[in-house]
């Protein structure tokens, strides 16, 4: 007799990968004795995909839903920073609504700033919440170290100028750096996630 799995193929979870926790979606389920799972870990390559047991997953943390029973994530009025190509811009939430043709939430944000002929709708996951000073983890890598970055599976020495935490979609806290590529223009600097990157003396292991 198979077991009832806890989690749902296409679901998205946290998975653990060494020490750390990373975003990660299922993809196939197999039950025998023990429930396995098949997870891609969100932003990282096809190559890094595997079957992992129940017990390296960890549910999202669900959000407060509107009168409607539709998620709502960021508050109106709230602080955030918003991702534009490949940077991120200090922004404000001015309201929100549910997109009547796939139920989803847009918000239109005015960029800190900026003229508000630049205000936009934008779909959540272009947002980020900064993290309170006081729950805040150690970042992996520092202002200013070298490193290698994961740009269509070539690695390329970058240095990191600046790392934040935020909290994006499900509230889970992610790290994200601003990097500049080594021998190239200051115009594609850019925010990468924390698995994009790899420190020069280990590049094979994940970052945390």
């Avoid at 020490?19 to 990282?44: C, F, M």
């Avoid at 407060?64 to 922004?91: H, R």
């Avoid at 200013?144 to 100028?161: H, P, R, S, T």
């Amino acid at each position: 007799m198979s077991n009832k799995s806890t989690f749902a193929i296409g679901e998205l979870v946290l998975c653990q990968y060494g020490e750390a926790w990373y975003e990660a979606r299922i993809l196939q389920i197999i039950d025998n004795k023990n429930t396995n799972y098949l997870v891609h870990y969100i932003g990282s390559h096809v190559r890094y995909d595997e079957w992992v047991t129940e017990d390296s997953l960890h549910k999202l943390m669900d959000n407060t839903n509107d009168q409607n029973g539709v998620e709502l994530i960021f508050e109106e009025g709230s602080q955030v920073f918003c991702q534009y190509k490949k940077l991120l811009y200090p922004a404000k939430i001015l309201k929100s609504r549910i997109r009547a043709e796939d139920e989803q939430t847009r918000y239109f944000v005015h960029y800190m700033g900026w003229n508000k002929k630049w205000d936009e709708w934008v779909a959540g996951d272009r947002l980020l919440q900064p993290v309170d000073s006081d729950v805040q983890q150690e970042l992996m890598f520092s202002d200013g170290e070298k490193v290698l970055c994961d740009e269509d599976d070539l690695l390329y020495k970058a240095i990191v100028l600046k790392g934040c935490q935020f909290k994006g979609i499900n509230n889970h806290i992610q790290s994200r750096y601003l990097i500049h590529y080594d021998g190239w223009s200051d115009a594609l600097d850019e925010w990468v996630t924390q698995d994009r990157l790899y420190k020069l003396n280990d590049r094979m292991n994940k970052a945390s």
